[in-house]
């Protein structure tokens, strides 16, 4: 099992950058597979990032090019920075490390407006 925490998130402009923070309660060397999944309001949750323990990465089409996915294993902890926010990126953000099971963060909301 393991807990997950997410951070960082906040109100920023269109164009702007952000760089979300989820912390891990144990090691996460051995989890295969960690990613990023948002959820805005009347939506389903989507995926948008993902990086295995190999560091193969995968986006979603709407990100390519503008969020950049990473992992620290020796400070259990995974990054997602975005750069040239849009308004339709505002969503709560989740946490999420598969092994076996899906684990789950809380969320942390990403608002971009002007």
């Known amino acids: 099992q393991v807990q997950l925490v997410e951070s960082g998130g906040g109100l920023v402009q269109p164009g702007g950058s952000l760089r979300l923070s989820c912390a891990a309660s144990r090691s996460i060397v051995s989890i295969y597979t960690m990613g990023w999944y948002r959820q805005a309001p009347g939506k389903q949750r989507e995926l948008v990032a993902v990086?295995?323990?190999?560091?193969?990465?995968n986006y979603a089409d709407s990100v390519k090019g503008r969020f950049t996915i990473s992992r620290d294993n020796a400070k259990n902890t995974v990054y997602l920075q975005m750069s040239s926010l849009k308004p339709e990126d505002t969503a709560v953000y989740y946490c999420?490390?598969?092994?076996?099971?899906?684990?789950w963060g809380q969320g942390t909301q990403v608002t971009v407006s002007s």
């Open positions: 999420n490390a598969r092994q076996g099971n899906d684990y």
């Open positions: 990086i295995t323990i190999l560091g193969s990465t």
